[in-house]
Each structure stands twice: as structure tokens, then as C-alpha cells.
């Protein structure tokens, strides 16, 4: 004999059998006192954060800077703590003025050195054109006749590599 199937009744997300809401586990609560009054942090967003498991999801102001917080006493680079928290260097250097290390002694601590290991561009080339620029001078004609060559090339054969004549 055959029975009618059942049908099933839709049940919303959340409510499945066996399914445990989030605010039923014990998860610690940490407020932080702020100048608009207390905040409630996610630790567990922190927590994912700090191990760079963000994942797309945006911190809470606040939740950042308690993560940077975290993160710096680990000795973690501004670099890798802007990245983690999903905020730019420049904020972090306006909440931790403290940390802010100078270029120069950062640097010096790389053993890096300031000055350019290429020799400056000759004039006569783009290259040359585009160094006059950057130093906010006038370029000088060679320097000029070379870049509009250069553009004129670009504009017939979409490159600026010019091809080594065939022998």
C-alpha cells in the first residue's frame, strides 16, 4: 500500500533541529568605555582578525583598534596590522602616534640605503624627459624631441618598446 509523502513544512534558517543559536554559547562579553559611552566588542571577529582570518567582514572602529592594540604588543609590522584590521597606516598612526617608526630609522634598521643604485636617466631619452618632470624643471629639447618620439611610436603600434631592426 502506498502512503502520500508527507510534505514537509518550510522551516526558517535558524530554527533546524539540533541548530544551537550563537547567543545561547557562553562567548565572553568585553566592553570598552569610549567618548560616546561603552561599546560591546565581538571577540570572537577580534580573535579571527588578529590570525588574519577576516575574511571580508569590516571590524568596528572600535574593534580595530583594540586588535591593533593586540597585534602591536605581538611586534607585528604596520604593514601587516593595517592589512589585518582592514584600516590604513595612516589611521593607525593616528591612534598609536607611539609606535610610529620614522622612515629614516626604519630604514637604517634594514640596512637599506636612501640613494638609487641606477644612474640617473641620460637627456635625449624618455626616460630623460620624465626625470626633468619629476624634478619640477624644464625639460631640455633633446629631452623633449625623445618623448614626443616616444609618443608618436606609441600612437602607430600601441607600445613604446621599438623593435631591434632586422639584420
Excluded at 547567543?23 to 577580534?46: K, R, Y
Excluded at 614626443?148 to 623593435?163: E, F
Aim: with cysteine.
Amino acid at each position: 500500500m502506498n502512503t502520500p509523502a508527507t510534505a514537509t513544512r518550510a522551516v526558517p534558517v535558524g530554527r533546524q533541529r539540533g541548530w544551537i543559536a550563537v547567543t545561547t554559547q557562553a562567548v565572553p562579553t568585553v566592553w570598552m568605555a569610549t567618548a560616546d559611552g561603552l561599546v560591546c566588542l565581538d571577540l570572537i571577529a577580534v580573535e579571527l582578525a588578529a590570525n588574519g582570518l577576516r575574511n571580508g567582514w569590516t571590524l568596528t572602529p572600535e574593534e580595530a583598534r583594540y586588535t591593533a592594540s593586540l597585534l602591536f604588543e605581538r611586534g607585528l609590522k604596520y604593514s601587516v596590522i593595517a592589512n589585518r584590521i582592514g584600516q590604513s597606516g595612516a589611521t593607525l598612526k593616528a591612534w598609536f602616534p607611539e609606535q610610529a617608526v620614522p622612515a629614516e630609522a626604519y630604514l637604517s634598521r634594514q640596512g637599506v640605503p636612501r640613494t638609487s643604485s641606477k644612474p640617473p636617466a641620460k637627456c635625449g631619452t624618455r626616460q630623460g624627459y620624465h626625470r626633468h618632470r619629476r624634478l619640477k624643471e624644464e625639460a631640455c629639447r633633446p629631452c623633449k624631441d625623445a618623448n614626443t618620439a616616444s609618443d608618436r611610436h606609441y600612437r602607430l603600434h600601441g607600445t613604446y618598446v621599438i623593435p631591434e631592426p632586422r639584420p
